[in-house]
């Protein structure tokens, strides 16, 4: 297992080099340039030169991107040319936050699509097995825009109960967590309904059922563990999408996490920002894909990796 | 029950009464409390000689001091510097300036902090506006502790404009020594508020200076949050999370009026929107085309349908708050005229075209520039509607005459120096074109260019105003672009919030006087 883990960390190396290497080219061949936006519509082409020259963009591609393979294998990912921010800080305020707000999400996203999943398929075609399905389909179909904003005017307008965007604390990220998790969770819903019901009609249930262990016994220890490894792939992706930034989520609430970052980073052609994010959001996905198939191990024990 | 009736309305006597003192201390300012300002986006920089954007600016109006200022209708006062005197041929400046005014670091201002400002300017640094005074300023002398004197190349009858330029705020030598390009993330001012953090894409935050020279600020701290989605500002400024927003979408304006719950105040800005003419490219080179292009469009409609009346109608490329604003008569809504100039330029049944235009950098840029589209479809001219995000639209527009595909293309120009030749001069003289300067239409008139020069060195106001009209008066006989209206700035603010600047440079801050109510 541990030679596994390793493997599959080891390969990160070669995922990364790609990113950067499609990240640094896509990013050239869009029209716009960094100094030309930072300079601004007054600024003369002098202007734009000296920041072109301050920041290496004089320097013809292969040679910029080496440089910055170089000094990124060394911890150093540059500055933001738009702000000047080390770009190491940035991504690691970044990557704080957006993992606070992928985990309170995920939370929200699995408390509802597991209890919906389960409650739905122990109950096929009952008035709350169509009304669960129905939230999910609402929950897949709302754009999460829409939604958000929806949030904001009844929580944070209207009942003043909640911030309606923000940093500080807990309470900043319970409705972007709602917003967010939303349609994870109605994906997961699904998922996890579909998985229980095809598990739930295996004879190994019949013969714990017969051997008269009680119904939750059945349902959660013989039924739920078996069902999860479709439900667990879907959990490591909805996951992983997340802590590649919600830009959307990020936007409505006014919220510093990696997805804007990104995104503002390629409206201001900032490459150093644009390079640093893919970088990180790249790792962070191969990660959590890595941990899904750990688990994977945990809830299956058939499965090994050797 | 009876009792209990009894007791109620005593209470509600009692609380009347009590309410009563609270009311009158809305009008008595109090100090302290914090400002929560919704900024639609993030500062650039906060060394004011390296910004180029509203946020760095108007956070940079809160930090810093100038050697003099604008008020709120752009007319400038002391304020680093007490009094000036102009040499008779306009080529030397001299300023008396203020004593016992100190840095946020400790460092005291005086005649040698500005020659030190001055100097980074016109040396081998080169921030990003030094182009604002290299071509201006020969050398900057210090003459005594509190004297100080500038002596120009030429003379420069907006010279003290240029000095109450946000990029003109005087730094702190001390911090420029020590952190160079990054002052942007270690900014010292001797302004009202002192900086504190800078967590990009969320906060800047900022407290009250103690000694600020003025005395000191009512409000104890300003945090300004990054809020780009507009509706989210409006929200959250409803919910009571922001005391303080800008930018409000002109079609939200009539619902949170009627509501009450908020304050609008609209101010008229000095940012003008105009489409200008590739005049290298045919048929804009014939005047009668250009003019026809300005009656086909019907401004006064753009203003009320997409506006909702946040814009005024502007005669020719200046708004109407600039310094040397002259209100010359522009073009009237006509398409019968517009149709018979086409016609004797050869154009009967009008032309294909192409417009260009940002997506959400101004004010209804995109919405503008579909209806100026579909007026000119009225008479003849067909116009295909380009548009790209900011950067890629700047790398389209920002090239010379002979790669230039863009024959007519909208853009946003807000003089930062608050006169009307920086309105005119950088996007429309002959020695402006591309790359040398801002002028993307290659527009070219010897006689434009010489009423700016006299303007420029007139060396009284009368005298350069007048040339200025003359400019402007020309700029109507000879169009340079399809001349549309300069947008006003939406603030909304908390009913507890009073004393807010919302400067016509499209800057919205706060000063020592501002105050929230408890």
Known sequence: MLRYILHRVFMLAPVL?????VAFFLLHLVPGDPAEILAGQEATKEDVDRIRVEYGLDKPLAVQYVRFVVSAAQGDLGISIQSRHPVRELLFQRLTFTLQLSLASILVASAIGLL???????RQYSIFDTASMLGALFGISMPIFWLGLLLILVFAVKLHWLPSGGTGGLRYLILPAIALGSASAAVIARMTRASMLEVTRQDYIRTARATGYRESVVIFRHGLKNAMIPVLTVFGLEFGTMLGGAVLTETVFALPGIGRLLVEGIFARDYPVVQGAMVAVATTFVLVNLLTDVAYAFFDPRIRYE | MRRTWWCFAIALLAGAV????????ATQPVSGGTLIYGAGADPDSLDP?????????????MMNNFLVKFDARLN??????????QSKDGLTWTFKLRKGVKFHDGTPFNAQVVKYNFDRFLGPEKPLKASLHTPIIQSVEVVDDYTVKFTLKVPFAFFLNNLAHSATAMVSPAAHKKWGRDLTLHPVGTGPFKFVEWVRGDRVVLERNDD???GKPRLDKIIVRTVREDSARVLGLEAGDYDLIVRIPPEEVPRLMREGRVRIY??????ALWVKFNVTKKPFDDIRVREALNYAVDKESIVKNIYQGLAAVIPTLVGPLNNGYAPVKGYPYDPAKAKKLLAEAGYPNGFKTNLWTPKGRYLKDFELAQAVQQQLAAVGVDASLETADWGAYLAALRKPAAENKAEMHLLGWSPSTAEARWGIYP??????????????????????DELINKAVVATNRKARDQYLREAQEFLVKDPAAIYILATKETVGMSLKLHGVINSPLELVYVDKDTWKEK
């Open chain 2, 212 to 214: 600020y020279y003025e």
């Open chain 2, 427 to 448: 996007i429309s003289a002959c020695d402006q074109f591309y790359p040398r300067g801002s002028n993307l239409g290659f527009y070219c008139s010897k006689t434009l």
């Open chain 2, 18 to 25: 009590g309410l009563a003192p609270d009311a009158l201390a």
């Open chain 2, 49 to 61: 000689a390296n910004t180029d954007s509203n946020p760095g600016e108007a956070v940079g109006r």
């Open chain 2, 266 to 271: 609209a101010e008229q800005s000095n940012r």
């Open chain 2, 76 to 85: 400038i006062h002391p304020d680093l510097a007490t009094s000036w005197t």
């Open chain 1, 17 to 21: 080099f790609g990113v950067t290497l």
């Open chain 1, 116 to 122: 919906a999943g389960i409650v739905s398929s122990t």
